[in-house]
């Protein structure tokens, strides 16, 4: 990989966001693809489909579910602590 390809390579790609944004939001487990509801996270692709298909649950979650999001995910890394003490 030359200079120009790792500097370029670092910036944010907003599919790539869109894709951590869905798995934040638990989006997968009701996306039309097959492959995102198995695996239980999102697998990408131009928008990804289940933001074009949900902008409206992406837009509310970020406006007024944050906190809901927040508390769960924190629960989990809490469990995740407690298991890796062990």
């Not at 934040?24 to 487990?29: C, G, R, W, Y």
């Not at 990804?48 to 944050?66: G, I, K, S, T």
Request: aromatic share 8%.
């Amino acid at each position: 990989m030359n200079r120009t390809q790792q500097i370029l390579s670092k910036l944010p790609d907003c599919d790539d966001a869109l894709r951590r944004l869905a798995d934040v939001l638990k989006v997968p487990a009701t996306c039309r693809k097959r492959a995102c509801r198995r695996e239980g996270n999102c697998q990408g692709g131009y928008g990804p489909p289940c933001y074009f298909e949900h902008r409206d649950l992406f837009a509310e979650a970020v406006r007024e579910r944050m906190h809901e999001y927040r508390d769960y995910w924190s629960g989990q890394r809490e469990g995740m602590r407690a298991i890796l003490r062990r």
